[in-house]
C-alpha cells in the first residue's frame, strides 16, 4: 500500500523559514520523480516542485512562485523528499502535499500557515 | 502555463442523476508522444485528493465505471452516469504534458 505522510507545518511569520519532510513507502521510492503541490485557502491548487531520480542527475524544477526561496531534496536511503522553504510570503498559506509522478497518490498534506 | 477552465463551478444534483463537467485548455493537450495528458481528480470533504482518471478516459482500478472522460486537444469532459452519495466533492482536472503542470479552478458537486 502507498502511503505518504507529510510533516513540518505549522505557523511562521512572514521571512522565516520552515523545512517540509515527506515520508513515503509501498513504492520504489528511489525511480520516482516526487512532486510539492500546495491548496490554497480558497482551495486552488498549484504544482509547487520536483525532483527526477538519480538517474536524472536529480534535476530539480519550480513554479516561478517559489523559484530562488524554495528548494526540493530527497534522500533515496530514507525514501523521503524534503520541501525547504525560505522567505516564506502571506501567500505561501498553503496545504502543502506530496506526491508521486501522476499524482495518483497524495498524503493528508501537512498546513501552512505564514502570518505576522 | 495552460489555463485550465473548469464548469460549472458547482452543481446540485440528486442521487441517481447523471453529471457533466466541462474542463477547457487554453493549449492543446496533444502530447509529442500522441499521448493527451489530462486527468481528473476528487477532493471528498475533509480529505485530500484521489485520483479518478488519467489520460482523458482511462479508470484507476478501484473507481467505478459510472465514470468516464472524454475529449480530445482543448476541451475534454468527465461524466457521472448515476450520482451516488459517495461522489459529492470538488473535481479537478490537471495537465501534465505541458510544463509547468496546472489544474483547473474546481468543480462542487453537492447532493439537492
Known amino acids: 500500500e502507498v502511503q505518504l505522510v507529510e510533516t513540518g507545518g505549522g505557523l511562521v511569520q512572514p521571512g522565516k523559514s520552515l523545512k517540509l519532510t515527506c515520508a513515503t513507502s509501498?513504492?520504489?521510492?528511489?525511480?520516482?520523480?516526487m512532486h510539492w503541490v500546495r491548496q490554497s485557502p480558497e482551495k486552488q491548487l498549484e504544482w509547487v516542485a520536483q525532483?527526477?531520480?538519480?538517474?536524472?542527475?536529480?534535476?530539480?524544477y519550480y513554479a516561478e512562485s517559489v523559484k530562488g526561496r524554495f528548494t526540493i531534496s530527497r534522500d533515496d536511503s530514507k525514501s523521503s523528499v524534503y520541501l525547504q522553504m525560505n522567505s516564506l510570503k502571506e501567500e505561501d498559506t498553503a496545504i502543502y502535499y506530496c506526491?508521486?509522478?501522476?499524482?495518483?497518490?497524495w498524503g493528508q498534506g501537512v498546513m501552512v500557515t505564514v502570518s505576522s | 502555463d495552460v489555463v485550465m477552465t473548469q464548469t460549472p463551478v458547482s452543481l446540485s444534483l440528486a442521487i441517481g442523476q447523471p453529471a457533466s463537467i466541462s474542463c477547457k485548455s487554453s493549449?492543446?493537450?496533444?502530447?509529442?508522444?500522441?499521448?493527451?495528458?489530462l486527468n481528473w481528480i476528487l477532493q471528498r470533504p475533509g480529505q485530500s485528493p484521489k485520483r479518478l482518471i488519467y489520460?482523458?478516459?482511462k479508470l484507476y482500478s478501484e473507481v467505478p465505471d459510472r465514470f468516464s472522460g472524454s475529449g480530445s486537444e482543448t476541451e475534454f469532459t468527465l461524466k457521472i452516469s448515476r450520482v451516488e452519495a459517495e461522489d459529492l466533492g470538488v473535481y479537478y482536472c490537471?495537465?501534465?504534458?505541458?510544463?509547468?503542470?496546472?489544474f483547473g479552478g474546481g468543480t462542487k458537486l453537492e447532493l439537492k
Open positions: 490537471w495537465q501534465g504534458t505541458h510544463f509547468p503542470r496546472t
Open positions: 506526491t508521486p509522478p501522476y499524482f495518483d497518490y
Open positions: 509501498g513504492f520504489t521510492f528511489s525511480n520516482a520523480w
Open positions: 493549449q492543446s493537450l496533444l502530447g509529442t508522444s500522441g499521448k493527451t495528458f
Open positions: 525532483i527526477k531520480a538519480k538517474s536524472n542527475n536529480y534535476a530539480t
Open positions: 489520460q482523458v478516459s
